[in-house]
């Protein structure tokens, strides 16, 4: 928390604001996620393993050194109770940071390559520092919009720029450019965006440096941006480890089955991350004691509850039918992947309940423990990733993963959460439905599955028959908690008693959106 700042009391409307901005960004997650899965499908079927390998590597460079260019300012820009007033020094150092990492990335974009064991990806890294300076450049107008909640705009913005990495990207591969086309076509696509929001935010660009406002600016982003590196590093050190155990084509096998374990997980995390940050900072007074820890502390069951429905039978279904899936959507040829995703849907699963976790920690003012528990876990990952891949190759890489959320992150938040004021009881009562209700769902997709010789038929009746099942069994009861949370109202004693109503949980720690710098694969 930035020291001497305060928070006004709910808003009027805001409950409704935050409504229709969930309701547009579940549009935008829904209509983008699809239009990048049909890309990526075309691209899986034109593209060799190896040119995915390259530009893996290319973009997890990009995907670090992203977090670092935004310093942690859109999300203080978002919940400034003055946002105008530290909107020029915001301004100034979004785009120093962003103009020294490129400059910085483009001129190591060599050696990186070959540190990594993969000299054809020097180029593609080059090409990708440009969108670090565009990162940078729109700190302000990216945080203007997620503070008024104009996710529509938001989404027109998405579009555009899947339009154009779509356009640029094809016609560049037609052309033989390889993973290169990748790399410029989210160049051109990043730009175009840029542009829309600074037109959507009605924002233009004001620089200067207010010292008074410049310690509190650092003091609150740079933590964040610490945080968000970690998370992003622990993603992507996989990526990295891979790259020099098992190749390029290993490593495309792998990037393709985490890429479409992450296709429900990320829309799942993209809605509340929308809208959860702007609601949150103006509902109620922070740090006044045990009443408001108790309130956050019974919506963050809530919203855990609901994600974790959401969440666990989407990364079930990936585990059961990702052989059908893989060979159904990406051909024979891309079939290695298959055991990875089974791991990979069960790791997505218990990422969105750790963004809530985070979420829930930011909003309290207890960052640490978000970095802290960072740390750790990438450290775990990277020594079980060393000691399991050499002996048991991308699919040992996938339950490692599993194994370091399980042993490691999920004590950790709990403990976490803990401590700022959250009970664990209703928290982890708000679950346990939906982890039973995925049980029989999880038995007959794999029945299905192992019953129907073709894989086209094993995916559409093992899907549907298990979506049926889970909604069976756990349907009434996820819609009387939607219902709760849409209204305002707190959820029933019987599921995590609270005083007043439910709130949303504070942002996550920030991952890149499409319109500034998303997936391409």
Not at 248 to 268: D, H
């Amino acid at each position: 928390m930035r020291a001497g700042s305060t928070r006004a009391a709910p808003e009027p409307g805001l409950a409704a604001r935050a409504a229709r901005g969930a309701a547009w960004s579940s549009v935008s997650s829904l209509v983008l996620r699809l239009g990048g899965v049909v890309v990526g499908i075309v691209l899986a079927r034109i593209l060799a393993p190896e040119q995915f390998g390259v530009f893996a590597i290319a973009i997890t460079v990009q995907g670090v050194l992203m977090t670092l260019a935004d310093l942690g300012l859109s999300a203080d820009i978002i919940r400034s109770p003055h946002p105008e007033r530290i909107a020029p020094t915001v301004a100034t150092l979004g785009l120093v940071s962003g103009a020294a990492l490129a400059v910085a990335t483009a001129a190591t974009s060599a050696p990186t390559a070959a540190l990594l064991g993969s000299p054809e990806a020097g180029p593609v890294i080059a090409v990708l520092s440009v969108t670090l300076l565009l990162a940078g450049a729109t700190v302000v107008p990216y945080g203007m919009l997620q503070r008024r909640f104009q996710q529509r705009e938001l989404f027109v913005v998405a579009v555009c720029d899947l339009i154009v990495s779509t356009v640029v990207t094809l016609g560049l591969v037609a052309a033989g450019f390889g993973a290169l086309a990748l790399a410029i076509g989210r160049v051109a696509a990043q730009a175009t965006g840029s542009v829309l929001l600074f037109a959507f935010a009605r924002v233009r660009p004001r620089f200067g440096l207010d010292h008074s406002q410049l310690r509190a600016v650092l003091a609150f982003g740079v933590p964040i941006a610490a945080a968000n590196l970690l998370s992003w590093a622990l993603l992507n050190a996989d990526n990295v480890v891979l790259a020099r155990t098992v190749g390029v084509v290993g490593l495309g096998y792998y990037v393709l089955a985490f890429n479409v374990s992450n296709w429900p997980m990320s829309a799942l995390s993209q809605v509340v991350r929308s809208i959860a940050l702007p609601y949150f900072s103006r509902t109620g007074e922070p740090g006044t004691g045990e009443a408001r820890s108790g309130q956050a502390g019974g919506a963050l069951a809530a919203l855990t509850g609901v994600a974790w429905a959401a969440a666990l039978p989407a990364g079930a279904l990936l585990a059961v039918l990702s052989a059908a899936l893989v060979e159904v959507v990406y051909g024979e040829k891309w079939l290695p992947a298959a055991p990875v995703l089974a791991a990979l849907g069960v790791y997505g699963a218990l990422r969105v309940v750790f963004d809530l976790f985070a979420s829930y920690l930011y909003a309290e003012g207890r960052s640490a423990p978000v970095l802290w528990i960072q740390v750790a876990s990438l450290i775990a990952l990277v020594a079980g990733m060393l000691v399991a891949t050499p002996l048991f190759g991308i699919v040992g890489a996938a339950w490692v993963h599993v194994a370091v959320a399980l042993a490691l992150i999920l004590p950790g938040y709990l403990l976490a959460v803990r401590r700022a004021g959250a009970r664990l009881r209703p928290l982890l009562r708000a679950c346990l439905r939906p982890t039973i209700a995925v049980l029989p769902a999880a038995a007959v997709g794999w029945g299905l599955d192992a019953l129907l010789a073709s894989p086209l038929a094993a995916l559409l009746a093992g899907g549907a028959g298990a979506a049926a099942t889970y909604l069976l069994v756990v349907g009434p009861w996820l819609l009387a908690r939607v219902r709760s949370l849409r209204s305002g109202a707190a959820p029933r004693p019987t599921d995590a008693p609270m005083a007043g109503a439910a709130r949303e949980p504070d942002a996550a720690p920030e991952e890149v959106s499409t319109a500034r710098g998303g997936d391409s694969l």
